[in-house]
């Protein structure tokens, strides 16, 4: 009695904390539009406005637009009003919405979004599980029993527990409840006593374990002519417990009312435990088609659909309740075939199809409605259920990814070239070139002579002079290069497809073709045609995003650049450099990728043999040049999550 009170109280604190917290919802949007009127002066404006039969959508839509309102409803409210209003203001107006029709505002800035509230629910507090209170005296080998509708199950496992003795259950006992209180007792004697005073026979088998059996059932069997025709006669008794042969197995049930019904048995055909159960708690019932699967049942105190739907599991079978009447029947009979249309909102419904397994759309038809992003879905009820579930699990808000890549290209060259270079030409020269910032001069032969006519004269040294087309090149140039480019592309894609990058460069060369056709006379054509090559930079970057923030990107960089030609009609050479990485890292962060470094190194040089290999002197016998160049490629990427 005493903890019937105490659950009744607290049922009663719940309901008064249900009150509270709507009082406190309500206030909290008085609130919120209270301080919104600054920003929003339409919400003191007053209404003037009767509606009946009016959706809740449309009387909305016209007080946003009388008073310049940014409202928003949800279009799952079902909800028609018939009031009148006059000289109401519009956040009074609201208010009255959400409270007599359920509702609550979601404000984002000075927009008001109307959507369902959702009462929360009762919290069911679980009474503490009774401990049962079983002893056993193993060297005396008595047995203390203090029972009150306890399970038979729990207790028969726990006395086989303490006393080590199998004690094993009949078919159709186990669901049996029962009460006795049996203290120091032998194990034997306690074991009948306690069959005895719940209508069990409990006999001790050969092999020594104990048997616990029904002694009768409390309804026996009633012949085909004695059966009563009164269901009112059926239900009279509280505890009206059947047992019938059902199919292949024994059918055992106790069915006191519609939410009330307990059925066990191993290989039940399902028609017959459906026509007694109805049959028993005045269900109406119809089979559509023939029913030949068959189960194993063992449920307690479950409710007549629960009953259907565990029995209905891994077989083809289904029903619609319609006025009050079961039909039952093959899920794809017509009258419990459904067509549904199902609107994705995150995703393209273009490859969900493919995604869903085809288990649970097996007897389904499902097509693709682009024009709406939708599928529609036509079978039996469970299946589509059951694939709008899984649907609603993968449309998720798929991530986009902004990717940033810098692209730094840095390039440095030096080449130097010196030497002297002295012959004879086809004609005379003339004296040319520059001193500064490079030396680069040409004598021809008067020059010569007059530079040779200020060496004459000097002690016992007197030159020749040299023949008119003679002539004179001497060279000292340095030349150094550097060279920068930056480029700042920007990226986007959505989460898991690739986003590709390419920045190239294309050069022609010809290709000539003769072609000679010899008849009477031989005649001879040609064609040239004019054919590219192409060197490029390509970035492809694969982002997956996680669920805390972090980015896991595949990343392929190619660049390739052209060389020299090895004649001048062939076609430029290339040179490349690839390369692949995973990396991991958090949103927003930048990283680097290098190491894309290229260094070459040439020299070349011709002269008097002999003569240009001797220290000092061979630079007036020989021409050199030596070039270097390094250039380095650095790549910085910056991903960020987008929803």
């Given at each position: 009695m005493n903890r019937t009170i105490k659950n009744i109280g607290i049922v009663i604190c719940f309901f008064l904390s249900l009150n509270a917290v709507a009082q406190d919802r309500i206030k909290q949007i008085e609130t919120q539009l209270t301080s919104m009127t600054t920003e929003v002066p339409g919400l003191e404006e007053n209404v003037q406005m009767s509606v009946s039969g009016v959706s809740i959508q449309e009387f909305m839509r016209g007080i946003a637009d009388a008073h310049k309102l940014n409202i928003s409803v949800d279009p799952s409210i079902n909800q028609n009003i018939v009031n009148n209003f006059a000289n109401a203001t519009v956040s009074d107006v609201l208010l009255f919405v959400c409270k007599e029709y359920n509702l609550k505002i979601n404000f984002i800035g000075t927009i008001m979004s109307l959507v369902k509230y959702d009462v929360p629910k009762p919290v069911v507090v679980q009474a503490p599980k009774k401990a049962l209170v079983i002893k056993y005296n193993k060297p005396k080998d008595e047995l203390t029993l203090d029972l009150k509708n306890d399970s038979l199950d729990a207790v028969v496992k726990m006395i086989t527990q303490k006393s080590k003795k199998n004690v094993i259950l009949a078919s159709g006992v186990a669901a049996k409840k029962v009460s006795v209180y049996i203290e120091d007792m032998l194990f034997d004697n306690a074991l009948n006593k306690l069959g005895v005073a719940n209508n069990l026979i409990i006999t001790k088998t050969k092999d020594g374990s104990y048997l616990v059996e029904n002694s009768g059932d409390a309804v026996s069997n009633t012949p085909k002519g004695n059966k009563p025709n009164s269901r009112n006669a059926r239900n009279t008794n509280n505890r009206n417990q059947n047992k019938n042969n059902a199919g292949g197995g024994e059918l055992v049930y106790e069915a006191k009312n519609f939410s009330d019904i307990s059925v066990s048995g191993t290989d039940l055909?399902?028609?017959?435990?459906?026509?007694?159960?109805?049959?028993?708690?005045?269900?109406?019932?119809?089979?559509?088609?023939?029913v030949k699967d068959k189960a194993t049942v063992n449920v307690k105190s479950t409710n007549f659909k629960e009953l259907l739907e565990n029995m209905f599991q891994g077989t083809d079978l289904t029903y619609d309740l319609d006025k009050g009447i079961y039909i039952i029947g093959e899920r794809k009979t017509e009258g419990l075939r459904m067509t549904k249309v199902i609107q994705l909102q995150y995703r393209s419904v273009e490859t969900v199809n493919e995604y869903i397994p085809s288990d649970i759309k097996q007897d389904v038809d499902v097509k693709e409605f682009l024009d709406l992003n939708s599928l529609i879905l036509s079978g039996s009820e469970p299946r589509i259920e059951e694939i709008e579930h899984f649907i609603k699990t993968i449309d998720k808000v798929v991530p986009v990814v902004l990717i940033e890549v810098m692209i730094v290209d840095y390039s440095n060259s030096r080449a130097n070239s010196l030497g002297m270079e002295a012959g004879l030409g086809t004609e005379p020269a003339v004296t040319s070139g520059t001193v500064y910032p490079e030396a680069n001069l040409s004598l021809n032969s008067n020059s010569i002579n007059n530079l040779i006519e200020s060496f004459n004269g000097y002690g016992i040294l007197n030159l020749g002079k040299v023949t008119p087309n003679f002539y004179v090149n001497i060279s000292a140039l340095e030349t150094q290069g550097i060279l920068r480019v930056k480029s700042t592309p920007k990226l986007a894609t959505l989460?898991?497809?690739?986003?590709?990058?390419?920045?190239?460069?294309?050069?022609?060369?010809?290709?000539?073709?003769?072609?000679?056709?010899?008849?009477?006379?031989?005649?001879?054509?040609?064609?040239?045609?004019?054919k590219s090559v192409t060197a490029d930079l390509s970035v492809t970057i694969k982002p997956l995003v996680s669920g805390d923030d972090q980015i896991t990107m595949e990343i392929a960089?190619?660049?390739?650049?052209?060389?020299?030609?090895?004649?001048?009609?062939?076609?430029?050479?290339?040179?490349?450099?690839?390369?692949?990485?995973?990396?991991?890292?958090?949103?927003?962060?930048?990283?680097?990728?290098?190491?894309?470094?290229?260094?070459?190194?040439?020299?070349?040089?011709?002269?008097?043999?002999?003569?240009?290999?001797?220290?000092?002197?061979?630079?007036?016998?020989?021409?050199?040049?030596?070039?270097?160049?390094?250039?380095?490629?650095?790549?910085?990427?910056?991903?960020?999550?987008?929803?």
């Open positions: 055909a399902i028609d017959e435990v459906i026509r007694k159960v109805a049959e028993d708690i005045g269900v109406d019932y119809y089979f559509v088609s023939e989460n898991g497809h690739e986003a590709t990058m390419t920045i190239g460069n294309t050069e022609y060369y010809v290709e000539e073709r003769n072609t000679v056709t010899a008849n009477a006379s031989t005649t001879s054509q040609s064609s040239r045609t004019y960089v190619s660049q390739s650049d052209f060389t020299a030609k090895i004649e001048p009609n062939a076609p430029p050479g290339q040179v490349s450099r690839d390369f692949t990485s995973m990396i991991r890292v958090k949103d927003q962060e930048m990283i680097l990728l290098g190491g894309l470094e290229e260094k070459s190194t040439r020299e070349s040089g011709r002269g008097v043999p002999f003569l240009s290999r001797i220290p000092i002197i061979k630079w007036l016998f020989s021409s050199r040049s030596r070039e270097k160049s390094k250039s380095k490629l650095n790549i910085f990427i910056k991903p960020t999550v987008i929803y």
